[in-house]
């Protein structure tokens, strides 16, 4: 089973993710973050099929996907690939 982390602190509420689901599972809180920002959610986490579109569209890098057991992140911050 997939699972979605989203960093809420980070992310800027540009909706990319929600559109990038092709399952339609993450929508908008009704909460602001700490930047005033509405954050992307996950709605039905049981549908997720891992696919990473979503972490992979985020400008903010705020989505992590982990699925099947693996942890998969394609960008790292500078000081994180060193």
């Keep these: ?21 092709p399952v ?15 954050y992307s959610m996950v709605d039905d986490p049981s549908r997720c099929l891992g696919c990473r579109l979503c972490a992979i569209s985020c400008p903010d890098l705020a989505i992590e996907v982990f699925a099947e057991g693996a942890h998969y992140r394609f960008f790292a911050y500078e000081s994180e690939s060193r």
């Excluded at 089973?1 to 689901?21: D, L, Q, Y």
């Excluded at 929508?27 to 005033?36: F, W």
């Design 1 to 21: 089973m997939s699972r979605i982390r989203i960093m809420t602190e980070r992310c800027k509420g540009c909706e990319t993710c929600n559109v990038a689901c």
């Design 24 to 38: 339609g599972i993450l929508k908008m809180s009704e909460s602001l973050n700490a930047q005033g920002y509405h």
